[in-house]
């Protein structure tokens, strides 16, 4: 009987890891890969924070929240500001997130109202 197509291709039944020189090549392809994607984690290394932005301990609560709502108010500004020059879709995303940095600055002053300081 004819076949109108052609038998597969014999293909070579030896495993990869029989040669010496693939066996060498796949253990140092796993070790590129362990390299770069399952990096070790160090355990005994302690966490040491950055002290590039560093609020010191002996700053008060008050001070602190001055400092916030501050920080609120302008960012509400900015994007405020931004979302005027924006157009479409992108000015209703920047005018949410201006209510959400607005509605911060209030918790934040209402604390402030409430704040008793321990004179």
Known sequence: MF???????ETDPASPYESLDSKKLHEAA??????YLNP???????RKPSTIYH??????NETLLVNACASLASASVM????AGLVDGPYRNTMLGIQQVVMLGELAVNRVLDNFDPQS
């Open 55 to 60: 609020v010191g301990t002996e700053v008060d």
């Open 79 to 82: 994007l405020s500001d931004f």
């Open 30 to 35: 796993d070790r590129a890969l362990d390299y």
């Open 40 to 46: 070790p984690i160090p355990k005994d290394t302690p």
């Open 3 to 9: 076949k109108p197509t052609p038998n597969p291709p």
